[in-house]
């Protein structure tokens, strides 16, 4: 399985967090035909990374509540933040990971910014820490899961956030999260906050 073009299957799941889309749906969001895009959901689903389920004749497919979902998540969400515009955001960026001197917040925070979060940058942590020139919301776990469901429960926030910090670990929250309001029980470990993925 070549990895950028399941990596970009993700990505189109991302952006519809919390919205199972179908393989044809999949095919609309990316340069790819329906039967490459097909195996690739299938190889992924076989690695732990998606969740399928058939709905009549439609597959429906959404990232699983599993280790592997979390880490593929999380490798979307670094490209997204190494592909990121704004020049702000690529230096809060150098910041976070100590290319400047020390790191602002421990590996074990979770730290995400929401794009469209009004005027200067806000951003959202498990912890307290300063930023140059950004505004830091401490907030608990349960919380951040809340703001990242929103209001009206659509996912929309976490469908345009952007981790800074704690990539895997902010998506097994977000997963297990969306399990438990689905009624369904994520894998045990999903909870856990140990990484395989280092941010």
């Known amino acids: 399985m070549q990895f950028e073009p399941a990596l970009e299957i993700v990505g189109a799941l991302k952006r519809r967090f919390g919205e199972p889309m179908t393989v ?25 990374a ?25 490798q979307w969400s670094a490209r997204e933040l190494r592909e990121a515009e704004a020049p702000a955001l690529r230096e809060l960026a150098g910041v976070l990971e100590g290319r400047r001197g020390k790191p602002a ?16 940058l806000h951003v959202r942590s498990t912890v307290a820490g300063s930023l140059p020139m950004t505004t830091v919301h401490v907030l608990s776990a349960s919380r951040l899961v809340e703001w990242l469901r929103g209001a009206d429960g659509s996912w929309a926030i976490a469908r345009r956030a952007i ?22 029980a994520p894998e045990p470990s999903l909870a856990k906050r140990r990484s395989i993925f280092g941010d």
Do not use: M, N
Request: with cysteine; proline share 10%; net charge positive.
């Open 24 to 48: 044809t749906d999949i095919c609309r969001e990316l340069p790819l035909s329906y039967q490459p895009v097909y195996e690739y959901v299938r190889r992924l689903e076989r690695a732990g």
């Open 50 to 74: 998606l969740a399928l389920r058939k709905v009549g004749r439609r597959v429906l497919c959404e990232p699983a509540a599993t280790v592997a979902g979390s880490l593929w998540l999380a």
């Open 105 to 120: 917040f421990p590996p074990t925070a979770i730290v995400v910014l929401d794009p469209l979060d009004g005027p200067g």
């Open 163 to 184: 981790p800074l910090v704690g990539h895997q670990p902010l998506w097994a929250l977000a997963l297990a999260a969306r399990e438990e309001a689905l009624g369904r």
